[in-house]
């Protein structure tokens, strides 16, 4: 009877115990649906995200660095991304880093981007680099002189001396270079003073070492500083052609600047600071990339907390007052996304075919 009993017992025990394994391995499933059904953004939270990352600017006081600053204020107060800004002497100086992983971001034109990751105008391919976003187009008057300086045209440059070297900022060279050239004049023509930095340069046409410059934005405090202290100005950047002349400029004059700096445009370039009137300038967009080292998930965060925090940026620097939704996506890249953008910007509906086929040729030379 005891024996029987012993069973009995052992039996129901056995049978509590396989109801709660069943029930357990039933919540577990119902857990593991209800993630794979959720929001896709909270999904992320929870992945491979980098919590402490880098971003790579020109030196402290020029305007990619403030937009640097603007952007990781922006990713820090609003996601656990923490992002840190390390000044450079642009792209030449934080592009190695980036292609070896060491620094996760970076900032310069569109123009030194292309170079860097192709292994152009003396740069060594730098084949992880992958985009992120565009950000603003970036006008230039070309040159800035002092305004006591008696200079009023770029033809006036004949023989003075001018700013003639920019390490990390090969398209500042190479538009000064286009400048000349549109206006019949060459480097042979001037008096040649290598530059340490855009910065630098401001500062020596400020202590008179120099008679003209390359024309940084108005608003970067480097320039405002100068302008405060010794009155600055610009003119055209093609002598005689005024605002209202800009559609009439000769094919062969606009290809002395797209033929040097791939897509620079002609712009009209509004009073500021020290520009007091309307002129003839041009313009290239500046753009955020990243490490093809960075995980996805890091990339795709970045970019949801730019997207939906945009607003936020605009108050920081003039540069930025451009940087919408529809000015991040670059319908033409001339590097490849990081495929965490590519999953980003086809969730907004914004990838195409045609930007699909650009990316597998732009991913074809970084093999």
Known sequence: ?????????????????FLVI????SGGNQTSSS??????????????IKKNISIGTTPVGASINSVGNGIASVVSKNSDVRLTVKPFNGISGWGPSLDKGEIDLGSATAPEIAWAFKGEQGFNAMKNIRLLVRGNYIPTSGFVVRE????KSNADLKGKRISSDYPGSASAVLLLEAVL????????????????????????????????????????PVVQEVNNSVPLKSFSIIDGVKPVDIDSVKDDVIKEFTSRVPGTR??????????????????????VVSSAHLTDDTVYVLLETLWAHYKELQPIHAWLQTWTPEQMFDPNPTVPYHPGAVKFFKDKGLWTDEVDKIQEELLKLAE
Do not use: H
């Open 266 to 287: 002609l712009t009209v370039v509004k009073p500021s600071g020290y520009i007091k009137e309307e002129t003839v300038g041009v313009e290239y967009p500046l753009q």
């Open 148 to 151: 006591d300086s008696g200079i």
């Open 1 to 17: 009877m005891k024996l029987r009993l012993n069973k009995k017992i052992l039996s129901i025990l056995l049978l509590v115990m």
């Open 22 to 25: 069943m029930t357990a391995c």
């Open 181 to 220: 050239a549109a206006n019949g004049l060459s480097w042979d023509d001037v008096k040649k003073v290598p530059t340490t930095s855009l910065a630098a340069g401001m500062e020596s046409l400020q202590n008179n070492r120099l008679d003209a410059t390359y024309a940084m934005a108005p608003s970067t």
């Open 35 to 48: 993630k794979d059904n959720g929001d896709s953004g909270k999904q992320t939270a929870s992945k491979d």
